[in-house]
């Protein structure tokens, strides 16, 4: 690419809430600035990952580099595109902290939306250039006024500082890359030693471990060798470069650039993101302001169905780890065998965990019941619990972790939602006018009550019109108790769930009774039980059945026979042996669902 000036090099990013058209505005913008060829496009082109493109969701922020030329000479416009959804709003601040600017994109029918604000607010704390883009305004639906207002009041801009566009069709996009180059300043850089930031990394299994990177200050090159300042491993540059979109080498990365580097290295831990990479000759004397580290908010056991698996399972986190370093895990044994106790930044990112690892990794996994870390006051000392069967019988105080939730929702909706956060335990801490028709409420909540239904209830009330987000506060002490499950009479620690005691009773009926559905019928009876302490307080049974499928063939049809076989096969897929009895995936997740 033939800019070389820093002057003309602009990096940018697309902050919005969750379907309000990000992708498919990077997507316009690739085909208006040619960056890729007619028969390389593909909808959502930098959604590279396939349960990406199928679950049509971003899941990892990437980098791509485009040319816009205009009669005033060509420009380079590095666009770092991010997720929308709560469980990743990590992913934004860092592909923020490499940007100068931000399009923040609303959805002309839906207006201002929880992430919207939640990432506005990440983008203003780095000082980004806000350039306020309305996207669908092809859509009958769409309220360009009423939205426009939202906006205008928000961000205190002038209404015709307010970019209208469709994504969809391409009008006003062109509009969008010249504010681009007008409005975002040029990286700024103090013309000191080297230093790169890695914002993001992923495992190639070619090329080992590339490091997505914004050059801050001098340049790189490659055969340079380099040192990542926070491990302070050295190592040699093999191969510089940028995504324009598809992987292109380039001699040198120049300041101010966005791009990607390669070491060779297969270790994950001598380069992380968030730190900084300096020549080794003539290094820079302080590193870049990093990252806060993520915590895990949700966790479960992860288990291979087949035992023997184990090993593979470990290697297959640590390659993920590396493409995500919000994901926690250490080895865990109990009656389902040997697994790994697991961390994540929500259920979407659990799920999205898990598929990753059944498909890009050839495993088959069972998740135990989620649960969030709990304080316990035990024995004059503190511990922490993750996993609800580790509750000590007596303990002096049990506290749990408690959020902010702000949600967002047309008036109409306010009686339900009120409703809803005062069954999830939460207290109301304020309400506010967005505009004569929409209200902004805020609770505090315990985590553990947000993760389970509270979203999927939240949708359902609302008829869709409300949105949420959430920021952790401190622990508080609550009233709570284990509920555990009994199968056959044995305690099946990964359904145990840790509520308060207020619900127990409900939510442990509830549990064995969507139990026993999920159960599939054995050749003998099997209760199922609820407990609380050594008291059962539910119990439910699921009735024997013949489970020899091929029984039912006589003679000598052999063909028919496989196919029952093959059948009931199939019918086992996800099940977890725990003493006599299989449980299928969905009863793990069933307390969630209740
Ligand atoms: P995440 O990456 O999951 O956060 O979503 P996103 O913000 O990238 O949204 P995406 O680009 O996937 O668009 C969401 C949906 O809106 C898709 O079905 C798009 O086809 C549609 N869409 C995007 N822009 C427009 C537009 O201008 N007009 C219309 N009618 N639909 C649009």
New binding site residues.
Partial sequence: MAVKNIERTRNFCII??????????ADRMLDLTEAVAERDRMD?IL?TMELERER???IKAQAVRLLHKREDGDWMLNLIDT???VDFTYEVSRAIAACEGALL?VDASQGIQAQTLANLYLAMEQDLEIIPVL?????PVADVPAATEELVELLGVDEGEILK?????GEGVLEVLNTIVDKVPPPATSGEQTRALVFDSYYDPYRGVVSLARLFDGELSKGDTVQAMGSEEEFELLEVGCYSPKPTALPTLRPGEVGYIIAGLKDIEALRVGDTVTRTKDPAQEPLPGYAEVLPTVFCGLYPTVGDEFERLRDALSKLQLNDASLFYEPENSRMGFGFRSGFLGLLHMEIVQERLEREFGLDLIASSPSVKYEVETNGETIEVTNPSDLPEDFDEIREPMVRATIICPKEHVGAVMGLCHEKRGTSVGMEYLSPKRVQLTYDMPLGEVITDFFDALKSRTKGYASYDYDRLGYEAADLVKVEVLVSGDPVEALSIIVHRDKAYHRGRALVEKLKELIPRQNFEVPVQAAVGRRIIARETVRAYRKDVTAKCYGGDISRKKKLLEQQKKGKRRMKQVGSVEIPQEAFLAALRI
């Fill in positions: 919005a809430h969750i379907d309000h058209g990000k992708s498919t505005l959502q959604d049509g969701i971003t997720p929308g959804h994109v996207n669908k305004i092809d859509l566009i469709s994504a969809k069709t």
